[in-house]
């Protein structure tokens, strides 16, 4: 069963919570550069683990991390929507492998912080995140039950996916790698967010339960003649 209203509300809800954590992001790194350039006693407390002086953008800073973790909390909700949501076996299984995709990834960025085993097992969580996130793009874009909108919007991620790790390839080039590589996330974030609203205009439309047959009126049975 479909229900249209939910899908294209937990899709809506994806495209938000998008932008609240990278606009968020953005600011709480620009804020905590201001406050490191005028607040230099704390910016260096704070590096050495220590308790320092606060200054208006320390505080500010420290807001945008909180919306940015907000941000992450709701993308997973919606997309569990979203899960929830699809009408079929296959379609459920794919928007799964997008959720647990986006998990391996978030986890790959906690883990990385570990000694030692840390960059081992952020390599591997991102190669099977990255595996998992194209093959749900692309098990959705290739589905038999999703509109001609959807569809389309499902190869765009795919597609914005693919550049993501073209990218990530080509910041390793010196000078021009970390350049290039801003450029292309940039653009895929508006491709991303294209994609996401693609889907969520192709939402089918709503199916459920076959009515149920109103029961028929008895025929009066013939009164036996006297």
């Known amino acids: 069963m479909v229900n249209k209203q939910l899908w294209e509300q937990s899709v809506d809800m994806i495209i938000k919570s998008i932008w609240i954590y990278t606009i968020a992001g953005i600011l709480g790194a620009i804020f905590g550069a201001i406050d490191g350039i005028l607040n230099p006693v704390g910016f260096l407390s704070a590096m050495a683990g220590e308790e320092g002086p606060t200054g208006a953008f320390g505080v500010l800073d420290t807001i945008c991390q909180i919306a940015v973790i907000a941000g992450y909390v709701l993308f997973f909700l ?119 609203k693609q889907i969520g205009q192709g939402a089918p439309e709503d199916t459920g339960a076959a009515p149920e047959s109103q029961p028929q009126p008895q025929q009066p049975e013939n009164q036996p003649q006297e």
């Open 78 to 196: 919606n997309i569990k929507k979203f899960v929830d949501v699809q009408p079929t076996d296959a379609d459920r299984a794919a928007a799964k492998n997008i959720y647990i995709a986006y998990m391996l990834l978030i986890i790959g960025v906690v883990v990385r912080f570990i000694p030692v085993i840390g960059g081992i097992a952020w390599l591997v969580l991102v190669i099977i995140g990255y595996v998992k996130l194209l093959s749900g793009f692309k098990a959705l874009r290739d589905s038999a039950n999703m509109t001609p909108c959807a569809k389309n919007g499902a190869d765009i991620l795919y597609k914005s996916t693919i550049w993501i790790l073209v990218g990530a390839v080509l910041s390793i080039i010196p000078f021009v790698g970390g350049f290039l590589n801003a450029v292309i996330t940039l653009v895929v974030f508006f491709t991303i967010l294209r994609g996401w």
